[in-house]
């Protein structure tokens, strides 16, 4: 099919014909007095400091999206990052940039759930209409298991904005609280906008602890805390935000600050508020402080994906259908048996695999061992497909749509299932 045919069919995705499935991914809070107990047979089982990652936990607290999926939720406010590469000077852009990186904290369930964790080889792909006729592309894979890594690549082709990340959650038991200590990158490029070496404008940028409180007495809830450090080696530009957790006794919840430093080290600007509220910018020069962002005001725009009559096996929405009908049904019994099956049958591919000393290559993405002008050393692994810099915006989306099926109608092509750096040498 071609691509024109391609964007034909996103122009019938306003109508909801790509999102149709009657299950949603919205959570509920269904921690009552059986699931307080089920969960408290387990924590009794625990040592403070204990690693989580191989902890089977009830599916009551699980959320109805993979992690792969989950990442998308920091892609949900395009209209921010599309500003910030508008801005005309390097500092207005750093602030864009911050502000783009914070709209998307809150956008999470309400209750404590914790997404599902992806299977090795799992693959999540996705797409937005942009105004002005832009689109926007996601691909990510789990690249790991044990450790569990998940790699992701975002491009908005025609405003020539590069996203490359990794996520590597490190889950730990605290007592009354566990914490997924976000290892990982996030690496945003302005292609079109060159430093002085004549390499694309680069950010990189962290993530806040995520903690969920009261898991033996008080209320369950969740809080972010420790510390978001946004750099641009570009320009020179800093922030380290602070996440700033309640005290037992005193303090507030989900407030933050940070101060933007310049290239020389300058105290420029402080940032302060709260990431769920509104978030207040000081101009340190004046004084004058103002609303940065107001959360509560912004409009995420969630994905669109293509059906799942259309999806691979390991596919994420595809992959883990029963186990979330079954939550969006609030069966748990279901549910548990489901995602047995597929953990299962993943132990089984992995004794297998190590029984014939066979080790595991990712599909869509390959180690960064030969960088190109798109890498650096801020990530493990890279889409494995090179698309340069100086191409058209309609020919990086050809390549793009050639890594893995994206949009409605897509086909797999016979070298889909070839592990990435086997397709290195498969000639285009």
Same mark, same amino acid.
Do not use: C
């Given at each position: 099919?071609?691509?024109?045919?391609? &964007?034909? &069919?996103?122009?019938?995705? =306003?109508?909801?014909?790509?999102n149709s499935s009657p299950v949603d991914t919205e959570d509920i809070d269904e921690v009552d007095d059986q699931g307080q107990s089920i969960?408290?047979?387990?924590?009794?089982?625990?040592?403070?400091?204990?690693?989580?990652?191989?902890?089977?936990?009830?599916?009551?607290?699980?959320?109805?999206? =993979?992690?792969?999926?989950?990442?998308?939720?920091?892609?949900?406010?395009?209209?921010?990052?599309?500003?910030?590469?508008?801005?005309?000077?390097?500092?207005?852009?750093?602030?864009? #940039? #911050?502000?783009?990186?914070?709209?998307?904290?809150?956008?999470a369930p309400k209750a404590v759930k914790k997404p599902l964790n992806p299977v090795l080889g799992e693959y999540f792909t996705s797409f937005?209409?942009?105004?002005?006729?832009?689109?926007?592309?996601? /691909?990510?894979?789990?690249?790991?298991?044990?450790?569990?890594?998940?790699?992701?690549?975002?491009?908005?082709?025609?405003?020539?904005?590069?996203?490359?990340?990794?996520?590597?959650?490190?889950?730990?038991?605290?007592? @009354?609280?566990?914490?997924?200590?976000?290892?990982?990158?996030? #690496?945003?490029?302005?292609?079109?906008?060159?430093?002085?070496?004549?390499?694309?404008?680069?950010?990189?940028?962290?993530?806040?602890?995520?903690?969920?409180?009261? /898991? $033996?007495?008080?209320?369950m809830r969740i809080e972010l805390g420790d510390h978001m450090i946004i750099k641009s080696p570009s320009t020179g530009f800093s922030i380290?935000?602070?996440?700033?957790?309640?005290?037992?006794?005193?303090?507030?919840?989900?407030?933050?600050?940070?101060?933007?430093?310049?290239?020389?080290? &300058?105290?420029?600007?402080?940032?302060?508020?709260?990431?769920?509220?509104?978030?207040? /910018?000081?101009?340190?020069?004046?004084?004058?402080?103002?609303?940065?962002?107001?959360?509560?005001?912004?409009?995420?725009? &969630?994905?669109?994906?293509?059906?799942?009559?259309?999806?691979?096996?390991?596919?994420?929405?595809?992959?883990?259908?029963? #186990?979330?009908?079954?939550?969006?049904?609030?069966?748990?019994? /279901?549910?548990?048996?489901?995602?047995?099956?597929?953990?299962?049958?993943?132990?089984?591919?992995?004794?297998?695999?190590?029984?014939? @000393?066979?080790?595991?290559?990712?599909? $869509?993405?390959?180690?960064?061992? @030969?960088?190109?002008?798109?890498?650096?050393?801020?990530?493990?692994?890279?889409?494995?497909?090179?698309?340069?810099?100086?191409?058209?915006?309609?020919?990086?989306?050809?390549?793009?749509?050639?890594?893995?099926?994206?949009?409605?109608?897509?086909?797999?092509?016979?070298?889909?299932?070839?592990?990435?750096?086997?397709?290195?040498?498969?000639?285009?």
């Amino acid at each position: 099919m071609s691509l024109s045919k391609f &964007k034909l &069919k996103l122009g019938d995705t =306003s109508k909801g014909s790509i999102n149709s499935s009657p299950v949603d991914t919205e959570d509920i809070d269904e921690v009552d007095d059986q699931g307080q107990s089920i969960l408290m047979g387990i924590i009794t089982q625990l040592r403070p400091g204990m690693d989580l990652s191989r902890i089977t936990l009830p599916t009551f607290i699980l959320e109805r999206k =993979s992690m792969l999926e989950r990442i998308t939720n920091q892609l949900q406010q395009p209209e921010l990052v599309l500003e910030a590469h508008a801005a005309k000077t390097p500092q207005d852009r750093f602030l864009n #940039v #911050v502000k783009w990186y914070l709209s998307g904290w809150h956008i999470a369930p309400k209750a404590v759930k914790k997404p599902l964790n992806p299977v090795l080889g799992e693959y999540f792909t996705s797409f937005w209409e942009l105004k002005d006729g832009q689109h926007a592309y996601y /691909i990510s894979e789990q690249t790991s298991h044990h450790p569990p890594q998940s790699a992701y690549f975002y491009m908005i082709p025609e405003s020539h904005i590069r996203v490359d990340g990794m996520v590597i959650p490190k889950s730990r038991f605290l007592g @009354n609280s566990t914490a997924a200590i976000m290892d990982g990158v996030t #690496v945003l490029q302005f292609l079109d906008i060159l430093d002085k070496n004549g390499e694309p404008e680069k950010y990189t940028l962290t993530q806040p602890t995520i903690y969920a409180r009261g /898991i $033996l007495f008080g209320k369950m809830r969740i809080e972010l805390g420790d510390h978001m450090i946004i750099k641009s080696p570009s320009t020179g530009f800093s922030i380290d935000i602070e996440f700033k957790t309640k005290g037992f006794i005193s303090g507030t919840y989900d407030a933050i600050g940070g101060t933007v430093l310049d290239p020389k080290g &300058k105290a420029l600007f402080e940032i302060t508020g709260k990431w769920n509220d509104i978030i207040y /910018i000081t101009d340190l020069s004046t004084g004058k402080k103002t609303e940065f962002l107001d959360v509560n005001k912004t409009n995420p725009l &969630k994905p669109q994906v293509r059906p799942i009559e259309e999806q691979g096996e390991f596919e994420s929405r595809k992959l883990w259908k029963h #186990v979330t009908d079954a939550l969006g049904d609030r069966n748990h019994e /279901i549910a548990t048996n489901e995602k047995f099956k597929i953990e299962d049958d993943q132990r089984i591919k992995t004794k297998k695999r190590e029984e014939e @000393n066979i080790e595991f290559y990712p599909k $869509l993405f390959k180690k960064n061992e @030969n960088k190109n002008e798109n890498e650096s050393s801020d990530l493990d692994y890279y889409i494995y497909k090179h698309i340069p810099n100086d191409l058209s915006p309609k020919e990086q989306t050809k390549l793009i749509l050639e890594i893995a099926p994206i949009l409605p109608g897509q086909k797999f092509t016979p070298e889909f299932e070839i592990p990435a750096f086997d397709k290195l040498h498969i000639s285009d």
